[in-house]
């Protein structure tokens, strides 16, 4: 597995990725370099590093190594790389695809994690900075009273990280066809007597649905809900995948095919479908399915990797996991609660209480 670092021509320092900027850019010389350019200079170097024999030789021994000994249970056995910069070595989990190296810091793109079958089709570059978010964490957290001390603290801020995590996207072209019984209930009342008409149509809709950007996530993960809610992205700004967009920042390689999510995508596509043509049926009250028949004509799936700002925080013994969008700064995450802040609070809103009481009550005697 051949392990790649980007380099700037003029310095020979790291290149980092700029949200801001959309460019790459060098904190020693403080070049910037368009993706296109970094692209070129690395395309020749990417060709001849990814095929890098000693170094897939060495991981295949790990992974064997690691299965013998009962890892084949999961896909996170550890694998060792030698960063290209220090010659340090690096320790990953099987599906880290981009790190950093914690002796020289400078990034680290391991090139055969996202080389042939599983290359990624699209990426969607970051466009929120560190700064913002963690600007957008602190806010959500300034209106929290009950936070645990040191939650926000630069200690906690700093683990957060950049990360391209893995997902599947879909479009698909159907036609579908929807039978339905519509009701229209009307009640009004006479007297001391209410009434109440039903009237009962036949109604039928079909044509050609459209359904795109269904997306499930390419990852065997505990979090699936937090690589859920991050969406949506604007998929228009994705751009052709290349290594040298992960430069800077970590990377997921999917570790769930095509296959794997299929039956889940293509569930969604059939509750999208039926939906679109029940959304048709206006002006009754009640609608009811009678049938529903559908036929996929055009279908095409996308290997996609997205941006997600992520730290995790350890709360009484649970990992609790915080993200936001990298694109849009949607946050997702469950807030602890010092417990022991909040007893002290309602203890206090109690004795409070029980003082105005007495107050109160000695007024009327």
Same mark, same amino acid.
């Given at each position: 597995?051949? @392990?790649?670092?980007? &380099?700037?021509?003029?310095?020979?320092?790291?290149?980092?990725?700029?949200?801001?900027?959309? @460019?790459? @850019?060098?904190?020693?010389?403080?070049?910037?370099?368009?993706?296109? /350019?970094?692209?070129?200079?690395?395309? /020749?170097?990417?060709?001849?590093?990814? %095929?890098?024999?000693?170094?897939?030789?060495?991981?295949?021994?790990? &992974?064997?190594?690691?299965?013998? /000994? =009962?890892?084949?249970?999961?896909?996170?056995?550890?694998?060792?790389? *030698?960063?290209?910069?220090?010659?340090?070595?690096?320790?990953?989990?099987?599906?880290?695809?981009?790190?950093?190296?914690?002796?020289?810091?400078?990034?680290?793109?391991?090139?055969?994690?996202?080389?042939?079958?599983?290359?990624?089709?699209?990426?969607?570059?970051? $466009?929120?900075?560190?700064?913002?978010?963690?600007?957008?964490?602190?806010?959500?957290? !300034?209106?929290?009273?009950?936070?645990?001390?040191?939650? @926000?603290?630069?200690?906690?801020?700093?683990?957060?990280? !950049?990360?391209?995590?893995?997902?599947? %996207?879909?479009?698909?072209?159907?036609?579908?066809?929807?039978?339905?019984?519509?009701?229209?209930?009307?009640?009004?009342?006479?007297?001391?007597?209410?009434?109440?008409?039903?009237?009962?149509?036949?109604?039928?809709? !079909?044509?050609?649905?459209?359904?795109?950007?269904?997306?499930?996530?390419?990852?065997? *993960?505990?979090?699936?809900?937090?690589?859920?809610?991050?969406?949506?992205?604007? #998929?228009?700004?994705?751009?052709?995948?290349?290594?040298?967009?992960?430069?800077?920042?970590?990377? $997921? &390689?999917?570790?769930?095919?095509?296959?794997?999510?299929?039956?889940?995508?293509?569930?969604?596509?059939?509750? %999208?479908?039926?939906?679109? #043509?029940?959304?048709?049926?206006?002006?009754?009250?009640?609608?009811?399915? $009678?049938?529903?028949?559908?036929?996929?004509?055009?279908?095409? %799936?996308?290997?996609?990797?997205?941006?997600?700002?992520?730290?995790?925080?350890?709360?009484?013994?649970?990992?609790?996991?915080?993200?936001?969008?990298?694109?849009?700064?949607?946050?997702? !995450?469950?807030?602890?609660?010092?417990?022991?802040?909040?007893?002290?609070? *309602?203890?206090?809103?109690?004795?409070?209480?029980?003082?105005? =009481?007495?107050?109160?009550?000695?007024?009327?005697?």
């Amino acid at each position: 597995m051949a @392990t790649m670092s980007y &380099k700037c021509p003029n310095c020979d320092g790291p290149l980092k990725f700029n949200p801001d900027k959309q @460019t790459f @850019t060098c904190e020693y010389c403080l070049g910037e370099f368009r993706p296109e /350019q970094v692209q070129q200079m690395n395309e /020749q170097k990417e060709q001849r590093e990814t %095929y890098d024999e000693r170094e897939v030789k060495r991981a295949e021994q790990e &992974k064997a190594q690691a299965q013998a /000994q =009962g890892a084949e249970e999961s896909d996170e056995y550890p694998v060792s790389y *030698s960063c290209p910069s220090c010659g340090a070595e690096i320790v990953t989990t099987s599906t880290t695809a981009a790190t950093t190296c914690f002796y020289c810091y400078n990034p680290v793109v391991l090139g055969g994690r996202l080389s042939n079958e599983f290359k990624p089709d699209r990426v969607v570059p970051f $466009e929120l900075s560190k700064e913002k978010a963690v600007e957008r964490f602190l806010t959500m957290c !300034g209106k929290k009273w009950f936070l645990p001390k040191g939650f @926000t603290g630069k200690q906690q801020v700093d683990k957060l990280n !950049g990360v391209y995590f893995p997902y599947w %996207y879909a479009d698909e072209q159907k036609s579908a066809h929807l039978t339905a019984t519509g009701k229209k209930i009307r009640t009004w009342t006479s007297g001391n007597k209410e009434y109440t008409e039903t009237r009962i149509f036949h109604v039928v809709r !079909g044509g050609d649905v459209t359904i795109n950007n269904v997306f499930e996530r390419a990852l065997k *993960s505990e979090s699936r809900d937090m690589l859920q809610s991050v969406h949506p992205y604007d #998929l228009s700004k994705a751009k052709p995948f290349a290594m040298s967009y992960l430069s800077g920042f970590q990377a $997921e &390689k999917r570790d769930l095919e095509k296959a794997d999510v299929e039956p889940i995508i293509e569930q969604k596509m059939h509750d %999208y479908a039926e939906q679109a #043509l029940k959304n048709t049926m206006e002006g009754y009250d009640i609608i009811e399915t $009678e049938g529903f028949n559908e036929r996929t004509d055009l279908s095409a %799936y996308t290997y996609n990797l997205m941006p997600v700002w992520m730290m995790t925080y350890n709360f009484n013994g649970e990992l609790i996991p915080f993200a936001i969008n990298g694109q849009t700064g949607k946050a997702y !995450g469950n807030l602890p609660v010092a417990v022991g802040k909040l007893a002290g609070v *309602s203890a206090a809103i109690a004795v409070l209480i029980f003082v105005l =009481g007495v107050l109160g009550g000695m007024l009327f005697i």
